[in-house]
């Protein structure tokens, strides 16, 4: 889950990227503009994912030690 959810993040990262740098929506593009289904269905999954992703920001990692 965790895995799949930075996916999302870094599919809307990049989205949103290429929107402030070229005003290019590439989720859009891909499925028939901003307002088609599959468009909205995605935007509404990288939200969702988003919101999961908080949870990331205070789960402690363990550390990897190497010797």
């Known amino acids: 889950m965790e895995r799949?959810?930075?996916l999302f993040v870094i599919i809307g990262a990049l989205n949103?990227?290429?929107?402030g740098l070229f005003q290019f929506d590439l989720?859009?593009?891909?499925f028939g503009g901003a307002?088609?289904?599959v468009s909205r269905i995605v935007y509404t999954l990288v939200g969702l994912f988003g919101v999961?992703?908080?949870k990331f920001l205070f789960t402690e990692?363990?550390?990897t030690r190497t010797t």
């Open 27 to 30: 989720v859009a593009s891909l």
């Open 52 to 54: 999961y992703a908080i």
């Open 61 to 63: 990692r363990e550390e």
């Open 4 to 6: 799949l959810a930075l």
């Open 16 to 19: 949103w990227g290429l929107i």
């Open 35 to 37: 307002e088609s289904i």
